[in-house]
């Protein structure tokens, strides 16, 4: 498994089995690209990318409807033998608020099934006179927003999972270097805290009695005050920003009752905690000068990806033995986006994971309706097969050699 021979042979059976698939794979992306659902509402997508593995029963795909009490999760799995590795891909596909697919997750569903595909069908032609396994595709929702990784994983998705894959697509920009794809964009995925805050006063008439009102607005304008000075004395990696969600109902009426939503981010989940507690002294001082109650409302935290080197190595080198330029790590990449975060960060701390990026046509970063065209592209959905067949490179390697595999866990150990 380990000579270039081996890693060929490997090549050559998934780029067959893309092709063969490659129409019904256009297909699917297309349905969830042209009908956009926002997080743990996407029953379409549940359902359509269900059904296609359902015709493929008679190949010994198991489909798991609704998975891990989550109704928009799903679960297929094929398994050989009795005992064996497990490697796992997950498919997003949830959309955004107003923009459609502005983050290409019909991509990353599309680049999930077709390394599933690949994987099985490379392994049960290569390997299956020889050792065990199993290959998984693990439908997660809500990236977006809600966090459907960690329902999984608290609900033991990824407990017996050897290796976990993903890629997401980023724009290419001008200035950026010829690349497809980079092995890791792990830096830039932050950990993330998500708060919404909601203050209270009381309400009063505006203009004939404003001093009889504690006003919940005053209390908001504050705070965003004294976070927009707080940003100015924190590190460059690290990311404050919010929305006011609510700022009163009436010019009128004082308002009473106000929310805004935030999100903290830092590089590591360490660093992370002290400056959540800095961002929630500036709440907690809006609340005391204004004489309003505060209360917070916290959502799953995101935290940052843990780089498996073995996995991102072997991914580079597959990729660029096909012929689509690689590199391990975009890190600093002139046109490179950073600061986001994904829950693909927490399933990195549970089990050895890859977040690869690859690059599409687009006259807009990820979150603009720019995006959302590009994703939607034949280019686009080419770029997502070609990076499908590096993950399902290395998934059988992961599955078929033991020394790889010893590499992978010592390497995910280590950096615990």
């Known amino acids: 498994m380990q000579s270039v021979r081996d890693q060929q042979s490997i090549i050559t059976k998934v780029r067959e089995v893309l092709e063969k698939y490659e129409p019904r794979l256009g297909e699917i992306n297309q349905k969830i690209w042209s009908n956009p659902e926002l997080a743990f509402q996407e029953y379409d997508a549940h359902d359509n990318i269900c059904a296609f593995f359902d015709s493929l029963a008679a190949e010994g795909y198991a489909v798991k409807r609704h998975a891990y009490g989550v109704k928009t999760a799903f679960e297929v799995s094929y398994t050989h033998g009795q005992t064996g590795r ?45 050792i065990g396994f199993t290959v998984r595709l693990l439908g997660t929702p809500a990236e977006e927003g809600g966090g459907g990784k960690l329902q999984l994983i608290e609900a033991g998705a990824y407990k017996d999972v050897d290796a976990c894959f993903m890629v997401h ?16 964009d792990s830096t830039q995925y932050l950990a993330n805290n998500k708060v ?11 203009s004939a009695a404003p001093w009889e009102g504690v006003n919940a607005l005053d209390a908001v304008v504050s705070a965003y005050v004294n976070i927009s000075m707080l940003r100015q004395q924190i590190l460059p990696t690290q990311k404050i920003h919010g929305v006011v969600l609510r700022g009163g109902e009436r010019p009128n009426v004082i308002p009473a009752s106000t929310t805004v939503e935030y999100y903290v981010r830092s590089p590591t989940k360490k660093t992370l905690e002290p400056l959540t507690e800095r961002v929630l002294k500036c709440f907690d001082a809006a609340a005391a000068a204004t004489g309003c109650d505060v209360e917070y409302k916290w959502e799953p935290s995101y935290l940052d990806m843990k780089v498996n080197k073995p996995i991102c190595d072997s991914y580079t080198s597959a990729m660029n033995a096909m012929g689509y330029k690689t590199i391990s790590d975009a890190a600093g990449q002139e046109g490179g986006l950073s600061g986001g975060s994904t829950d693909m960060g927490n399933v990195s701390y549970e089990v050895p994971g890859f977040h690869g990026g690859f690059y599409i046509k687009t006259d807009g970063v990820n979150h603009t309706p720019q995006f959302t065209a590009g994703a939607g592209s034949e280019e686009g959905f080419k770029r997502s097969l070609y990076c499908a067949a590096g993950m399902a490179v290395v998934g059988c390697r992961v599955l078929a050699d033991e020394r790889f595999a010893k590499a992978i866990k010592a390497d995910f150990e280590k950096a615990a």
């Open 86 to 130: 497990v490697v796992a891909f997950n498919a997003e596909y949830d959309a955004l608020p107003g923009m459609g697919h502005a983050c290409g997750h019909n991509l990353i569903a599309t680049s999930a099934i077709a390394s599933c595909l690949a994987t099985t069908e490379a392994m049960k032609t290569l390997y299956s006179d020889s």
């Open 169 to 184: 697509p980023f724009p290419i920009l001008a200035g950026a270097p010829d690349l497809l794809s980079s092995g890791s």
């Open 196 to 206: 919404e805050v909601t203050y209270t006063g009381k309400p009063a008439h505006a």
